[in-house]
C-alpha cells in the first residue's frame, strides 16, 4: 500500500488561497469537476543532442539541439486505473500549450486523454521552448502578425469578423480573453529545411525511446499545423522507427511529404514544401497503421493557401494507400456534419468530440488497447461525436 501512494501522483489546480480576485479577463478559467488525474509518473527528458567543441578554447563543448519529451504516464492499478498501450505524442511546430486547455480554460487534449487512460509527451522541437538552446546563432524578427493570425487560425475571413457558428466562446469578454490566449499561446517557429530536418530526426529518436515498456505498443503523433510536415517526414527517415510509430494525425497540417516520381516538384526552398522522398522511404510511412488528415471548418471553396494544402493532403492520402498503407482526410463539416472548427479543432469548445473522433480511429487500427489485457480496449468517448 505504501508503494502505491508513493508511486500516484494527484494533479490539482492549487487556485485557492492565492489571493487572486476574478475580474472579468479571468472568466475564461474553469473549475475543472471531473474525476481527479491520477499518475503513476511524470517528468521530462532530452533527447537527440550534439555535443559541438569550442574552436576558441579547446576542452569546452556545449551540449545543443536537443529535442525535450514531457511526459504524463497514467496509473495503472486495475480494476480502478487502466493504462492504455499506445502512447500518444502531442506536437505542435510552435507551442505546445495548444494542447494543453481549451482557449477557453477548459480542459485540453492532454487532461482528456490522460482521463481515457493514454500516456501522453508533450514534445518540444529542437530550438523552440524548452529545447532552444542552439548549436548555431539564430534570431527572429518582430513580426506584427496576430490579425494575420485570425485568418489562418480559422477564425473568421479577416479580423475581427468572426466565423458564424464558430466553436469558440460567444460572451464578449470570454471571447477577448481566449483571443489574448491564444495570440500569446505561440512563439517562433522555424519553417525552412534545416529545422524541419533536425526537428523530424530527433522525433524519431524520441519515438524509439518513449514506446519502450513490457506492454508498450508503439506511439501515435497528434500534430497540428506544419508539426504534420515533420512527422510525416519522421516516418520515413528509418527502418528503426517501423512499427514504433504506429499512426500520425495531423490537424490541418502546412506541409507534405511525397515520394518521388509522381511529378511533384520538391520546394525546399519553401517553408511549407512539398518535400520528396526515395521510394524506400515513402514505403516506411505506408507501413503506418494510419495516417488521417482532419480538416476544421470554412477551409473548402474558400481558395488561398489552406484550400491548397487540403488538396495536398487528398493527394498525400491517395499515394499513402497506393502503396498499401491506410490513409484518409476527414473534413469535419462537409464529412461529419461537425461544424464550427478551427485550424486547432482540440483547443475548441467540443473538443470532446474531436476526441471521439480520434478514440474511434484508434478503435479500428486496434491501438486502444489496456495494459494486461489482450484485444482491444473500447474507446469511452464512442459515440460522443455530436454535431
Known amino acids: 500500500m505504501t508503494k502505491l501512494y508513493q508511486s500516484v501522483l494527484v494533479l490539482f489546480l492549487p487556485l485557492l488561497g492565492l489571493g487572486l480576485e476574478a475580474p472579468d479577463p479571468w472568466a475564461f478559467t474553469h473549475s475543472n469537476k471531473e474525476k ?47 493504462r492504455r498501450k499506445t502512447s500518444l505524442v502531442l506536437w505542435h511546430s510552435s507551442s505546445t500549450q495548444t494542447f494543453q ?10 487532461d482528456l486523454l490522460l482521463r481515457h487512460g493514454y500516456p501522453v509527451y508533450l514534445f518540444e522541437a529542437p530550438r523552440l521552448g524548452r529545447a532552444n538552446w542552439a548549436c548555431k546563432p539564430h534570431r527572429y524578427d518582430v513580426t506584427y502578425r496576430d490579425h494575420d493570425n485570425f485568418f489562418a487560425w480559422n477564425f473568421g475571413p479577416s479580423f475581427p469578423d468572426w466565423w458564424p457558428g464558430l466553436q469558440w466562446p460567444t460572451d464578449p469578454a470570454v471571447r477577448e480573453a481566449s483571443w489574448e490566449q491564444a495570440t500569446g499561446g505561440r512563439y517562433v517557429e522555424f519553417d525552412d529545411y534545416e529545422h524541419i530536418l533536425l526537428h523530424a530526426e530527433v522525433a524519431a529518436q524520441g519515438a524509439v525511446h518513449t514506446e519502450k515498456g513490457e506492454e508498450r505498443d508503439g506511439v501515435v503523433y497528434l500534430t497540428s499545423s506544419a508539426a504534420g510536415l515533420r512527422a510525416l517526414l519522421t516516418a520515413t527517415l528509418s527502418d528503426e522507427t517501423v512499427g514504433k510509430i504506429r499512426g500520425i494525425v495531423a490537424y490541418e497540417s502546412a506541409g507534405y511529404v511525397f515520394p518521388e516520381g509522381h511529378n511533384i516538384t520538391e520546394r525546399r526552398d519553401q517553408p511549407f514544401g512539398p518535400l520528396v522522398v526515395t521510394q524506400e522511404a515513402w514505403k516506411r510511412l505506408a507501413k503506418l497503421d494510419f495516417v488521417q488528415f482532419v480538416w476544421g471548418d470554412n477551409r473548402e471553396g474558400k481558395g488561398g493557401f489552406w484550400e491548397e494544402m487540403l488538396g ?57 488497447g489496456y495494459e494486461g489485457r489482450k484485444g482491444k480496449g473500447k474507446g469511452k468517448n464512442k459515440g460522443r461525436r455530436s454535431v
Open 36 to 82: 481527479a488525474i491520477v499518475l503513476a509518473n511524470t517528468g521530462g527528458f532530452n533527447i537527440g543532442s550534439k555535443i559541438v567543441s569550442d574552436p576558441r578554447r579547446p576542452g569546452q563543448t556545449i551540449t545543443c539541439d536537443h529535442g525535450y519529451f514531457e511526459y504524463f504516464i497514467p496509473l495503472h492499478s486495475p480494476p480502478t486505473h487502466l
Open 312 to 368: 495536398q493532403s487528398k493527394e498525400c492520402a491517395r499515394l499513402i494507400n497506393e502503396y498499401g498503407g491506410r490513409a484518409e482526410v476527414v473534413r469535419l463539416k462537409e464529412d461529419l456534419g461537425i461544424v464550427g472548427n478551427t485550424h486547432c479543432p482540440f483547443t475548441d469548445m467540443n473538443n470532446e468530440v474531436i476526441l471521439g473522433l480520434l478514440e474511434e480511429r484508434l478503435e479500428k487500427s486496434g491501438l486502444d
Open 101 to 110: 486547455n481549451r482557449w477557453d480554460g477548459g480542459p485540453g487534449f492532454k
